[in-house]
């Protein structure tokens, strides 16, 4: 049990005490404001209906024949009567502790005192009989006595006595009519700091320590006031205690390095050793325990938001004199004994939720739970909500679906599934290990998917679709199943230009001089923001009968990037991408393409949503081919963009880098300057500005996209090494590239990349 809130001085029993006279104010006593007792007591026996509630996370403290005390998580004391589930509220407690006999244990009387704490600070104590109606006031300061706590209708006291005052006296006041009888009790031990830690019918259990920190046990018969003979259990600081009229049982751990719990089991009512036992709990940190007819009830106090992998949380029972143990309910947060040998639990089983369950003997005398009060809350893990959005739109941002549990002392994976491909991811979560004084009861759990199907950094962005979730919840504790619940959602992003495998980030084509066609994904790390890529996948093979390949973006209707390659003879064929990182089989454009020294696209110069194409012919004129959607014509008739482009020896299609309505160009002059020409949105463009020199340095300049999801797009160069960088849109026409940045893609291989 726990120990009183109030600690008291270290003192020593005065040996040979005698019976002393106390002024008390006894006798019945107009009934107070509390529910009406029930015209016959005896009646009320029965335990309350499944229907009867209780309040989550209450705190059983005491039970009689008509019905038990419990405190609330306001700290509420509270009467709830059996017979029709009524309940009065008897006080409020001041105490941030739990509870042990302060308030009266294993009867209908019930201790209530002048301090909100009950403990040595109460001056007059009022007994208060529910079954009855009837009060007693016992006025302990006028006698100078401490209050201890009460058992039945016998109220333990202890008085200073001894040189200094040091010591303790014991004394066990008893109301019998309108008296009260003070008895000392004998037979403790000769130690110190003394306690009353439980009770039972008939009995009390006292702690005392003596030197080398050895906590002892005893049990004290209620009508002589005197210790049991020879019946001392051992135990240490964190021990529970319970007595009845047969049996006293001790568990916990001797020390607090112990490595298991014990307990300890002794008859009250037998000779020589009294069928003394101790046994090993192997899986049981600091236990609590109960009698119920000739078994012991076990197992550590623990609501069911609590517990890990490493304990056992259930709630077991095995014969005091040894034998094979049997499991009662699944867990408890606190217990008390009933004056016909059973006890009440406020706990929980998988079957029938939380509340108060009465533990008694059954047909063949091993303990049997029934619930009698329901808190109305499951023991095992519920979903009580859930928001998972339908779409991720991750243009936007990650998807972050959550969902509430009843309780959170659970391990959490949610499993990602993209339908077309089959390729999943698991990601585990701990939601115990948030902050909070409950951290594992009910709340919450929240999920953030930055997009990424596999759940490294280093790893593609997810494809665009159809995705399936799961969701597992597994209990920490092992107390009941594990909940799984699945749903669907949709991947959704804006086409990119560049991008061949649906997932919203460019891809890099890489050809060798082998005439194999590479496709290299990259992405932005969510962490450090640097522009990375992953891998290389195989196109494949004959691409060598090209002199030149582009990527034009989305020009024939379909969500993927396509490209354009040109032949030795001058005729244009469409490779049409499928969203898978392939393409179709190629499709006849025209020829005559051989007039052109200069094949550019991936932008959309004309700000209608769909790729275009630039060509430059070799008198220096630039040409516009609009994209049509339609893959049978993808481009339409060519539209003349200017002349005098033949002082360029590099011109890129790079989208919108300076906020204008439609793409625009770069452009490199012999000497290394570099030039930008702002798209109108029509097919034309602005006068030319200077960005900067030293671009010669670069001998390739590809438009590739959107690399790091800003809305604009983005330059990427490779070196004369083979080296690559990006060179960011900064949507501002005066200064349209910030500072470039490595990107870590090696092209040494590739005899061009587009």
Known sequence: ???????????????????????????????????????????????????????????????????????????????????????????????????????????????????????????????????????????????????????????????????????????????????????????????????????????????????????????????????????????????????????????????????????????????????????ELHDITGPEVGLVGDWAVYGPRRKASEGSYGTSMSVRAMPVGGGEERKVIDHFSSLTPTPDGAVLAMGGTVEHGEGLYRISPGADGAPVAKLIASSGEPTKVTLTGAQVPAVADLDKGRWQPRWRLSRRNVEVTVTLRHRATGAESTYTLNPEQAEGPDSGGPGWVDFSWDGRIDGFMDQPAAPNGDYTWKFTAKPLNKMGPALEESGTFKVVRKPAPHDYTDNGTPDLLLRDGLGTLWRKDTFRDPENRKFKSYGYESIGSGWDIYNQVTAVGNVAGAPAGDVVARDKDGVLWLYLGKGDGTFAARARIGKGWNMYDRITGGGDVDGDGRGDLLARDTAGVLWFYKGTGDWRAPFAPRVKAGTGWNMYNEITSVGDVAGAAGGDLVARDPNGVLWLYLGYGDGTFADRVKIGAGWNAYRQLIGFGDTDGDGRADLLVTNQDDSTYVYRGTGDWRAPFAPREATGIETTFADSVA
């Open 1 to 279: 049990m726990t120990l009183s809130p109030i600690p008291r001085r270290s003192a020593r029993l005065l040996a040979g005490a005698v019976a002393v006279g106390l002024a008390v104010t006894a006798g019945p006593l107009a009934a107070p404001a509390f529910a009406a007792p029930p015209a016959n007591p005896a009646a009320s026996t029965a335990p309350a209906s499944p229907a009867a509630k209780i309040a989550p996370g209450s705190h059983i403290v005491s039970a009689g024949t008509t019905g038990y005390l419990s405190v609330n998580p306001q700290r509420d004391v509270l009467w709830t009567r059996y017979a029709d589930g009524v309940t009065s509220k008897l006080a409020h407690s001041g105490s941030d502790y739990g509870y042990s006999t302060e308030y009266g244990m294993a009867s209908d009387v019930v201790a209530l005192g002048d301090d909100p704490v009950m403990g040595t600070g109460v001056k007059k104590l009022t007994l208060r009989d529910m079954a009855t109606g009837k009060s007693t006031v016992v006025d302990l300061a006028s006698y100078g006595y401490y209050y201890m706590g009460t058992v039945g209708s016998s109220v333990f006291a202890y008085k200073r006595v001894g040189k200094d005052l040091k010591d303790e006296e014991i004394h066990l006041l008893t109301p019998e009519g309108e008296k009260v009888t003070d008895r000392v009790v004998t037979g403790l031990p000769d130690a110190q700091s003394y306690h009353l830690v439980a009770g039972g019918p008939g009995a009390a259990v006292m702690r005392c320590w003596q030197v080398g920190e050895i906590y002892y046990y005893v049990a004290v018969d209620l009508a002589t006031g005197k210790v049991y003979s020879d019946r001392r259990l051992t135990n240490g600081y964190t021990a529970g205690a319970a007595v009845s009229g047969r049996n006293f049982a001790v568990s916990g751990e001797m020390f607090m390095s112990d490595r298991y719990a014990d307990l300890q089991t002794v008859r009250l009512d037998g000779d020589g050793d009294g069928g003394r036992r101790s046994t």
